[in-house]
Structures are given as C-alpha cells and as structure tokens.
T-cell receptor, first 111, second 115 residues
Framework: EDQVTQSPEALRLQEGESSSLNCSYT??????LFWYRQDPGKGPEFLFT???AGEEKEKERLKATLTKKESFLHITAPKPEDSATYLC????????????FGRGTSLIVHP | ETGVTQTPRHLVMGMTNKKSLKCEQH?????MYWYKQSAKKPLELMFV???????ENNSVPSRFSPECPNSSHLFLHLHTLQPEDSALYLC??????????????FGPGTRLLVL
C-alpha cells in the first residue's frame, strides 16, 4: 500500500528563518511526486513535480528535492505570505490514476 | 487564477435533499477528478474521468454519483447524504490521467455542510 507521511505537522517560523518540510513515501515504483500549496478555504495550487531521485526544482524561495525515500521542500528566507499548508502527493507507476496525499504541513511565518 | 471553476462555493443541505456540484475546466485538459477534503485528513480521490472513461475509488458510497458529459464539465450528484459527508469537495483536471506524473490543477472547492 502506498504511504505518504509529512513532517512536521505544523511549523512556525520567523520571517527570514529558513527551514525544510519533509515528505517520506513508500510506493512500488514512483511515477511522480507532487508538491502543492493550499491557502485556507481554497483549492491546492501546484508547485512542483519531481520524477526521479536527485532531481531538484526551484521557484522563488522554494526548492524541492527528491531521493528514493523522501522529498524535501526547502524554504529560504520565508515571508509571511508563504504561510499556507503544503501538501505532498505521490503517484505510483503501477497503473492506477489514484495519487496518495499526505496530511500536509501547516506553515506559519511570523513578521 | 486557476482555470478550473466550481459552483456553488458553499452549500448547506439536509439529509433528504438532492443537489449537484458543478465543475468546469478551461485548460483543454482530458482528465477530471473529484476529491474530498475533510479536516485533519489527507485528500481523498473519489472519481476520475479520463477520455470519457470512469475510474472510481471503491470506498466512495453510492450516495455520490458523478457525471461527465464532456471533457470540460464534471458534476457530482448528491443524494441522501450524511453529516459525515460535510467537507470541502475539490475538482481538478490534468492533461491526461494515464501519462507519467500528470500535474493536476485544482478548483477553489465547494464547502458542503450536511445537516
């Protein structure tokens, strides 16, 4: 059974205090790993897709990395507008369309 | 701004009501999805329509019934729901469901409350 575990569940940072969010996964063959951002009362917003170990992608203050067991979302010098819930999902290569989502990390960045 | 729209944004219904949720995507995608998001739980995929083929999560109760008349529109028909069905219902679309690691684009969701 595919599993996705995100940690920490919640994270509070001061503005400018860099940190990382973790997404550990167990899947029988990875088709893709996805990071989304979700603001309260809104649908998830796509951030990154990673396909293979060693791959990295960046967007503004965010950088996503991937190994064979986990992915990290690094946040460099965060700002209050980065406050949101960050969701990780994996899609297995076994033929199912159904992605497995983690419970998310709730990030609050204080000014 | 997302190319996936959902109506209504909020819905309150009794357990004996029948209502429908609507989703429309303006991205030219070929696959559409319904998700349920409950508090403190992971996103749960309910249904997938890809190239007019339907795939469903077997754990979804029959009181939820999807309809996909074309590749741009998706409905979720609701009938005799239970209070535990109260949640945020999200629609998403992707270029295709079968290709490698398709990115999904989500709508804003419908907040449903069942009394």
């Amino acid at each position: 059974e595919d599993q996705v575990t995100q940690s920490p569940e919640a994270l509070r940072l001061q503005e400018g205090e860099s940190s990382s969010l973790n997404c550990s996964y167990t899947v029988s063959g990875l088709r893709g790993l996805f990071w989304y951002r979700q603001d309260p009362g809104k649908g998830p917003e796509f951030l990154f897709t990673l396909y293979s170990a060693g791959e990295e992608k960046e967007k503004e203050r965010l950088k996503a990395t991937l190994t064979k067991k986990e992915s990290f979302l690094h946040i460099t010098a965060p700002k209050p507008e980065d406050s949101a819930t960050y969701l990780c999902a994996v899609q297995a290569s076994g033929g199912s369309y159904i992605p497995t989502f983690g419970r998310g990390t709730s990030l609050i960045v204080h000014p | 701004e997302t190319g996936v729209t959902q109506t209504p944004r909020h819905l309150v219904m009794g357990m004996t009501n029948k209502k429908s949720l609507k989703c429309e995507q303006h991205l030219g995608h070929n696959a559409m999805y319904w998700y349920k998001q409950s508090a403190k739980k992971p996103l749960e995929l309910m249904f997938v329509y890809s190239l007019e083929e339907r795939v469903e999560n077997n754990s979804v109760p029959s009181r939820f019934s999807p309809e996909c008349p074309n590749s741009s529109h998706l409905f979720l028909h609701l009938h005799t729901l239970q209070p535990e069905d109260s949640a945020l219902y999200l629609c998403a679309s992707s270029q295709a469901a079968s290709l490698r690691g398709e990115t999904q684009y989500f709508g804003p969701g419908t907040r449903l409350l069942v009394l």
